[in-house]
């Protein structure tokens, strides 16, 4: 087979040469084949979308050189590259981008519309790609007449007007339940194996790798491994990496308890003597494994220092109680969450992930928009399988939007990672872990 993709050495860089720089690519070389169907694989803030909009001309690399279907894209005009991707690639986006303004019919027509093809022929068109799509019906209505997964199909719809051989798609699955996300896929399948195009995803949920041909891991910006077999080993052997070592049946070890505590007891007392700390930990620890109660806890750390109490004061005793359970109610939910992936991976989790966002911004200052919501969410759940570390969350918590950040000033970040960190850090980690394999 022929290239039809092929990046050699590609540099890029957000905010070069000031403070808030991200090297966000660092040498990449890859080669595509015509009619694979390869996927960027890896976790958040990892390159994987800066490298599928490099390859789109979205993105502005610095250094290196990319070529698609023979066509050098290094240094086009914006213009040239617009040209570009109106015939050579169609783009399925993550947030769907249809335009309010425009019906369903008028969203997938307009590619073809910018090509100078006449509203008859490109209605005429759009109807075929609607019909394949079963999208008939909607045809008149507005996108905010549709759910979500009607949405994204209008999406590649959208993406197919012009008849583009190469299709990429940006965690398409990213916003939709699961039973449209597994109607996605299937699409995406049938444009690879029927009509022969070559597809291009990016994803960070390791069963929606079952049909791919290549896996290209990802991680700070780097390719660290290029994987090509059948679909159904690929799948296999990511759900026997990725998901067996995510299972906390055997709950959490007495070490891991006390280690939680320590942290916790470290964050809630900043400001207090060793002493101090080390009795209210004591109590937390006997509160953590359901030794003493809720009000028994509270009485303790509420109760003189010299009388064998911690010497809070009963309005900070109160406040400190409830933190305590918000923590210890949050752990409970995250052990539910890791036994949905072992037993349902395709399953979306971002009800789980809703309400631990909920929790963690419960004294936010600021207003989350939604596209800082949905990037939270994100990171959220990347942290909860272990596809990042602490370290990482906190760095995509502070990271601006247009680099696939929240965009949260430092303040916020350091109290969001604070609170995330002590509600994870009985979580098991060690070699067998899902972030330790894609390391």
Known sequence: MSNVIKAEHVELWYDKGKPSEVHALKDV???????????????SGCGKTTMLYAIAGIDHYQGGKISINGFDITGQSNRELAMFRQTGIGIVFQQFNLIPSLTVLQNVSLPMAFLGISSDKSEK????????????????????ELSGGQQQRVGIAR???????IIIADEPLGNLDSENANKVLEFLKELNEKDGRTVIMVTHEAWSLRDVKTIFYMKDGAITGIEKQTPKTIAEALADRLYKELSLEKGISPANEELSARALSMFLLRGYSMDEIRRFEGFLNARMSGTIDVAAFREAIDKPFKDGGVGLWRH?????????EGVID?????EAVHRIIMAHPELPIMEEVRRIREWLTIDYGGK????QRMALDQVISDLLRNFISIDKFKELLQRSKHEYGVGLSFR????????MAVIISGEKE???SAGAILK
Do not use: C, W
């Not at 993406?159 to 051989?165: E, H, M, T, V």
């Open 159 to 165: 993406a197919l007007a012009n008849n583009p051989p």
């Open 430 to 432: 060690g070699p067998g």
């Open 125 to 144: 068109e759009a109807m075929k790609l609607l019909e394949r799509l079963g999208l008939t019906s909607y045809a008149g209505r507005y996108p905010f």
């Open 29 to 43: 070389s890859l080669e595509i084949e015509k009619g694979d169907y390869a996927v960027f694989f890896g976790p």
């Open 330 to 334: 949050k752990r409970h939910d995250i």
């Open 316 to 324: 900070k005793a109160e406040r400190i109680s409830k933190q305590v």
């Open 368 to 371: 989350l928009s939604d596209f």
């Open 412 to 419: 916020a970040t350091e109290q969001l990672a604070e609170k």
